[in-house]
């Protein structure tokens, strides 16, 4: 029998490794697919107004569009992941979390990135139970209630504004003295009654037994240390899941994330990067810009096999 080896495996089911299949496909080059979410991050965003094409949309409704989009090409997808790759001969061969094995000749690390954690007491033991990372996966818990978002970026202050017409009362936390989201969702946050703000101060710890009971900050807040809510989401930015790059040698660069130059390509001559994983588009973080980085590894891939 003679072994399967594909031209190129997509590690990465968001929408820097979907794009990346899309491209692949109209450029007529078979590919593997390694993923166990179908687009990734974008799911979790409430509602993206900043993607051409749509004034507003969800990102839920995106994620299935691009799924069906990619769908419509028939290419090879395994949802599962890759746990180790390494490289033998030509190819690599990427072993997955349901024990299979897989061999391609180039490859696109599309992986994305991790929810960073505050690190504090209580909080790994409180995740799910009062203490959460993600509004629009947990949000309708807090139903008029109280929470607290803490992290005062454009993640902690969308989470904040999509949360306003839900609880009761939402508290923001920033440990900077000032907020550093997008202007326009700032100027949003500013119409919201129910919200209040607080800067220069931080998470000390999360009590509570079998559920959370309070928060204690690390100065205090209307004269007191503690925070009685009934529910808390982490949004304080995220870090390269580039474990498999590290274990592959390649090059990252000081916040761990791929480095590539213009054309995706790590320091790897097969393996390419793309989306919030890699150094590229200036580490602008956006759908836009993951999804043009699938697209010019798929380009650049093409440009290469051309050349053979
Ligand atoms: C709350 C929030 C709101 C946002 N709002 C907007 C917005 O309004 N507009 C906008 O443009 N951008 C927005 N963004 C940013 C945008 O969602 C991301 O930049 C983009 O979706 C990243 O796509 P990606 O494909 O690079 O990564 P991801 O979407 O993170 O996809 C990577 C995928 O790879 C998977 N993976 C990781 N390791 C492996 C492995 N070993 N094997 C297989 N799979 C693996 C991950 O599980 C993940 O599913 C928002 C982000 C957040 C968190």
């Known amino acids: 029998m003679v072994e399967k080896i594909y031209p190129i495996a997509i590690i990465g089911s968001g929408i820097a490794g979907l794009t990346a299949s899309i491209y692949a496909s109209r450029y007529q080059i078979e590919h593997l697919i390694i993923g166990e979410i179908p687009g990734g991050i974008m799911s979790e965003s409430v509602v993206v107004e900043n993607f051409p094409g749509f004034k507003s949309i969800t990102g839920l409704d995106l994620a299935k569009r691009l799924k069906e989009q990619v769908l419509s090409y028939k290419p090879t997808w395994e949802y599962d992941s890759a746990v180790k790759i390494k490289e033998e001969k030509n190819n ?48 309708y818990f807090y139903k008029d209630k109280n929470v607290l978002i803490v992290g005062g970026g454009d993640a902690g202050v969308t989470a904040a504004l999509s949360i306003t017409n839900l609880a009761k009362k939402v508290y923001l936390l920033n440990n900077l003295d000032k907020l550093t989201a997008m202007p326009f969702w700032q100027e949003k946050l500013k119409t919201k009654k129910n919200v209040e703000i607080i800067l220069n101060n931080n998470v000390k710890k999360f009590v509570g037994k079998d559920f959370l009971e309070k928060v204690i900050l690390e100065k205090s807040h209307n004269g007191k240390n503690e925070l009685i809510v009934d529910g808390v989401f982490v949004e304080i930015g995220a870090d390269p899941n580039t474990d498999l790059a590290k274990s592959l040698n390649l090059k990252l660069d000081k916040r761990d994330f791929l480095q590539v130059g213009c054309d995706q390509k790590s320091s790897h001559n097969r393996v390419y ?13 956006q759908m836009l810009t993951a999804a043009s980085e699938g697209a010019i590894a798929i380009d650049a891939i093409y440009q290469e096999i051309q050349k053979s």
């Open 92 to 139: 690599f061969v990427i072993s997955t979390k349901n024990q299979k094995e897989f061999k391609a000749h180039f490859l696109i690390l599309a992986t994305g990135t991790k929810r960073r954690k505050l690190g504090v007491s209580g909080e790994k033991e409180l995740i799910g139970k009062g203490v959460h990372s993600c509004v629009t996966c947990d949000g």
């Open 273 to 285: 990067g793309a989306g919030d994983a890699s150094s590229g588009s200036n580490h602008f973080h």
